[in-house]
T-cell receptor, first 115, second 113 residues
């Protein structure tokens, strides 16, 4: 398996622009997670899905952030409008089964810079 | 609420020396415990995990961790560090029937040749 795939790997944009991050989980995995990593706040869970349904979005920082999972093999995280403080590395991860005990498989991340 | 602390933000060791990274958790029952490693520019990768049974767990890359219930700890060890072990290490805790895993703040490991 190719593992979790994220695109783009790097994104540089200007404040106010819309940013869309993409993720393809490992085939057969029923959980998908979006994380954000910064030096100041570490690794933060933004939202996660189970069988394409959003379960917990309490980590989404504000309404500018939205995430969708239209099917089992694709998810997006959108920021509109983007702000400099959104600059971070965004990771997608997937797992099979209840993730409290299952291994999460992380993608390589998208490094976002908002100018 | 469950939480994870990693007291050491940064550790530097010489190549060939032994390593111990500390992790403490707060949770009422026996948790599921994980150690992940993040190499520079990469995503996180599972090193090992503990669910139950033998409290000494073996993982990949020669790492092991020991669960100590009395100390609420799950420290990661390696007898001889290699330069390629330089990375960020995250301890994480999960629990039954709960989807989220809580990650600690991470410990950055530097290895001196």
């Amino acid at each position: 398996d190719a593992g979790v795939i994220q695109s783009p790997r790097h994104e540089v944009t200007e404040m106010g622009q819309e940013v869309t991050l993409r993720c393809k989980p490992i085939s057969g995995h029923d959980y998908l997670f979006w994380y954000r990593q910064t030096m100041m706040r570490g690794l933060e869970l933004l939202i996660y899905f189970n069988n394409n349904v959003p379960i917990d979005d309490s980590g989404m920082p504000e309404d500018r952030f939205s995430a969708k999972m239209p099917n089992a093999s694709f998810s997006t995280l959108k920021i509109q409008p983007s702000e400099p403080r959104d600059s971070a590395v965004y990771f997608c991860a997937s797992s099979l089964g209840t993730s409290g005990r299952e291994t999460q498989y992380f993608g390589p991340g998208t490094r976002l810079l908002v100018l | 609420a469950q939480s994870v602390t990693q007291p050491d933000i940064h550790i530097t060791v010489s190549e060939g020396a032994s390593l111990e990274l500390r992790c403490n958790y707060s949770y009422g029952a026996t948790p599921y415990l994980f150690w992940y490693v993040q190499s520079p520019g990469q995503g996180l990768q599972l090193l090992l995990k503990y669910f139950s049974g033998d409290t000494l767990v073996q993982g990949i890359k020669g790492f092991e961790a020991e669960f100590k219930r009395s100390q609420s700890s799950f420290n990661l060890r390696k007898p001889s560090v290699h330069w390629s072990d330089a990375a960020e290490y995250f301890c994480a805790v999960g629990r039954t029937s709960y989807d989220k895993v809580i990650f600690g703040p991470g410990t950055s490991l530097s290895v001196i040749p």
